[in-house]
């Protein structure tokens, strides 16, 4: 299917590949929000701060498509978009991105950090338990700090490892992690019932009802995006 806006030379037309579809949408004509790096992504974000959510969330998925379309990682088709030395990390179980300047959980929820690795199996929430879950981590001060919170849509995008598919990440720096949907703090517009999460399987940025089960990693510092008003 295509869509155009009303003046064609406005739009451009973006392949967005998922493990079962292709679907097309149309972007504004900004070649700088068509990334084909994680540098222009970042580059990019600063943009969406004065437009919509719906056109946020067009972006990310579009932007995820360019991920590799294969099981694993493969090495040396495209440069890495997280390298591994773009992080500091840290031996608490925690690891600075030192490209947004935000310290992630290197596991999801429900592992814990044992050996230079994540043990056990991440939980899976429904979004509305999502905010006990966060402020159950700051009750106990994980890796000494108490301001963990929920992420942005963009800012999970951001640590999504483009070279790869099924697991989409760094598995140096978030080891064991599912592939799978993590949530955001961000909810769809209108619509009190979905809120989007993010698939490091196959999938792409997505709005999910709040009562599908998901993993949850968590950021603290930013944010990094700030969501349009």
């Known amino acids: 299917m295509e869509r155009y806006r009303s003046n064609p030379d406005r739009v451009i037309r973006i392949g967005v590949v998922t493990s079962s579809q292709r679907v097309l949408m149309s972007l504004p004509r900004l070649p700088e929000w068509y990334p084909a790096n ?20 067009y972006f990310v998925t ?21 390298p591994t030395e773009r992080f500091s990390l840290n031996a608490n179980g925690s690891v600075l991105d030192k490209q947004t300047g935000l310290t992630w959980m290197r596991c999801a929820l429900g592992q814990t950090w044992d050996a230079g690795t994540c043990m056990g199996t991440a ?24 301001d963990w919170r ?10 999504v490892e483009l070279g790869c598919l099924d697991h989409r990440i ?15 703090s961000t909810e769809k517009t209108k619509r009190q019932d979905y809120a989007y999460a993010l698939d490091f399987g196959a999938g792409g940025a997505t709005a999910q009802l709040k ?8 950021v603290r510092g930013g944010p990094w995006w700030t969501p349009p008003k």
Request: charged share 15%; aromatic share 10%.
């Open 150 to 159: 929920i992420p942005l849509v963009p800012e999970l995008a951001s640590i």
């Open 38 to 57: 994680a540098v222009s992504y970042q580059a990019a974000i600063p943009l969406m701060k004065t437009n919509s959510l719906s056109m946020l969330i």
């Open 62 to 82: 579009a932007w995820l498509a360019t991920a590799a379309h294969a099981d694993s990682c493969k090495a040396g088709t495209r440069p890495a978009s997280t």
């Open 123 to 146: 939980t899976n929430y429904a979004w509305q338990d999502t905010d006990w879950a966060k402020d159950t981590v700051n009750l106990d001060g994980y890796a000494d700090h108490t």
């Open 211 to 218: 009562t599908i089960p998901g993993a949850l990693r968590l």
């Open 170 to 184: 760094n598995t140096t720096v978030f080891p064991k992690t599912p592939p799978g949907l993590f949530w955001s």
